[in-house]
């Protein structure tokens, strides 16, 4: 009898100290995650500078500071949530603060929300917030998609919070859900489209798994899409549509993604890691020590089904499909059950999800931290621009979109559009997409400005240039010569392409600032 006790309060004693010790690897992990916002003014992500550069026309929007450029035209749009955030914190803070601190919330929103949908879900916190930090700089949050990051935070908090009055009477429920529906409309658009699938399969095996009624489980749906088909519909008479640039499926893709989405930044680690994570999760349902629940298969069936039927671009927002993985990876694992049976196992499961997240992270660091200087390069050099001028982006290279070769000249695409606060300048690529952002282009240069975009290539410069007649050219670049005022190429320093044409006035190791002589 006093042996069976001692066993017992061994493997009690045994299971307490493994949980203590997988809090402090959280703890490390979870530091180590968070600190490279804190340690960099502008983060290395490739759309980040262009989502600041918004943030600067629409704090001094009305001041005489004025872009005399970019108007502000608000509608009832989603994909907001810094557009309608950041502003209001800039009153306390500067712009740049108050865009790093909301990409630094959305990394919360994340971390805490999926700890907070497991909680929900099964008492306690065991798997999910790992998952989190390993997907923390997965590919869609280290390219910079902020809003979506943001509001993938808020979807997760808003699943957990229906699933806590989920057997509640259904006043409730709709409050609840119209809540969360009203504001990831509001921040982001496909964030809402998780928010609903995920729900909608919940409820779906909720029907089917208590034996619903028809009507009953119809009765469920009705109340959890209503809000959102409301707002739609008052969208549709009041702003339009989302987006402008219609759908694309690009089924080829969909396998890559999946040992691409783990890094931004460099494919081989993101190879290597989204291996050794299959590999990880293989073994653990091999050996039965990873299950997923009942309501756990009906959610990844819902998910794999999603990724193979979404476009690549929906309503004009690119890299669709691909979020739904990250979604997938956030919400799934509050719906498994880990049983590790020794301690051996609970260390080797720690050690292979901390290399996982550290070697992503190594990579973070590696490309973050030299981009200061690459940014505060940029900066310095619109000293040398006359203020109100009109810049141009160029490519040295083929202006690969994105530049699979080397991910690494990915953040520095939209750094010029920078010069919009720094220099008062127009630059054609400034996010300014009709149904998704609330600054426009003034009449006077819309003909010049696109939704999105990256640098031009050179070699195309140089044949319009030349008089050289080229297929499918875009109005922005027809007569660029005369247009612009200023030309910034980007990646590798070349010699100058044009020298009758082309000034030298700055050169780092990541661009060169040419001042157009202008033709007539």
């Known amino acids: 009898m006093v042996s069976s006790d001692w066993q017992v309060m061994t493997a009690w004693a045994r299971a307490g ?38 943030m600067y026309l629409l704090s001094q929007n009305g001041t005489p500071d004025a872009n005399p450029y970019y108007e502000v035209a608000w509608a009832l749009y989603p994909n907001l949530a810094m557009d309608l955030l950041v502003p209001q914190m800039a009153r306390l803070i500067s712009v740049e603060n108050a865009t790093r601190l909301f990409l630094l919330l959305s990394q919360l929103l994340i971390v805490g929300g999926a700890l907070g949908l497991e909680r929900v879900v099964k008492g306690r916190v065991h798997l999910a917030g790992f998952a989190a930090l390993m997907f923390l700089y997965c590919l869609p949050f280290s390219w910079g998609f902020v809003n979506f990051e943001f509001g993938l935070g808020l979807t997760l908090w808003g699943i957990a919070a229906y699933l806590m009055v989920a057997e509640r009477a259904w006043p409730l429920r709709f409050v609840v859900n119209a809540v ?21 399969c919940y409820e779906l095996w909720h029907a089917h798994n208590r034996k619903v009624p028809y009507r009953d489980a119809a009765l469920r749906l009705v109340v959890l899409a209503a809000p959102a088909l409301a707002l739609f519909w008052v969208m549709r008479w009041t702003a339009g549509s989302i987006g402008s640039e219609g759908t694309t499926w690009l089924f080829e893709f969909k396998p890559l993604w999946l040992f691409r989405i783990m890094n931004g930044y460099n494919l081989t680690v993101s190879a290597a890691t989204a291996l050794a994570l299959v590999a990880l999760l293989h073994l653990a349902a091999r050996r039965g020590v990873l299950k997923l629940e009942p309501a756990g298969i009906w959610l990844a069936i819902g998910f ?16 669709v499909d691909l979020r739904v993985i990250p979604a997938a990876a956030l919400i799934i694992p509050a719906f498994c059950s880990l049983s590790l049976p020794s301690r051996r196992w609970t260390m080797a499961a720690l ?12 990579v973070v660091y590696a490309v973050w931290l030299p981009y200061r200087a690459d940014y ?17 982006v160029g490519s040295s290279g083929e202006g690969e979109d994105p530049p699979f070769n080397d991910l690494t000249q990915y953040p520095m695409f939209y750094a010029p559009t920078l010069a919009v606060h720094y220099a008062n300048a127009f630059v054609p690529n400034v996010f300014t997409e009709v149904g998704k952002q609330p600054v426009q282009p003034r009449a006077a ?25 080229l297929s499918g050219i875009p109005p922005f670049i027809r007569a660029w010569q005369r247009d612009y005022d200023y030309l910034y190429v980007l990646g590798p320093g070349t010699v100058n392409p044009l020298p009758d044409l082309l000034e030298e006035l700055d050169r780092s190791a990541r661009f060169v600032l040419y001042k157009i002589r202008r033709t007539p």
């Open 304 to 319: 794999a089904l999603l990724y193979l039927a979404i476009p690549s671009k929906l309503f004009g927002t690119s890299f």
């Open 180 to 200: 969360f529906v009203a504001a990831l409309f509001a921040a982001h658009f496909f964030s809402l489209g998780v928010y609903g699938a995920t729900l909608g």
């Open 351 to 362: 050690a292979a999800v901390s290399a996982i997240t550290l070697a992503n992270l190594t």
């Open 17 to 54: 100290s493994d949980r203590s010790v997988a809090m402090v690897v959280f703890a490390l992990l979870a530091a180590a995650s968070l600190l490279p916002v804190l340690l960099t003014p502008i983060p290395a992500m490739v759309d980040f500078p262009n989502h600041l550069a918004r």
């Open 376 to 392: 505060a390069a940029i900066i310095a050099s619109f000293d040398k621009i006359e203020r109100g001028s009109l810049l141009l």
């Open 445 to 469: 240069v819309r003909g010049l400005a696109i939704p999105y975009g990256g640098p031009v290539p050179v070699r195309v410069l140089a044949a319009i240039a030349a008089g050289q007649t």
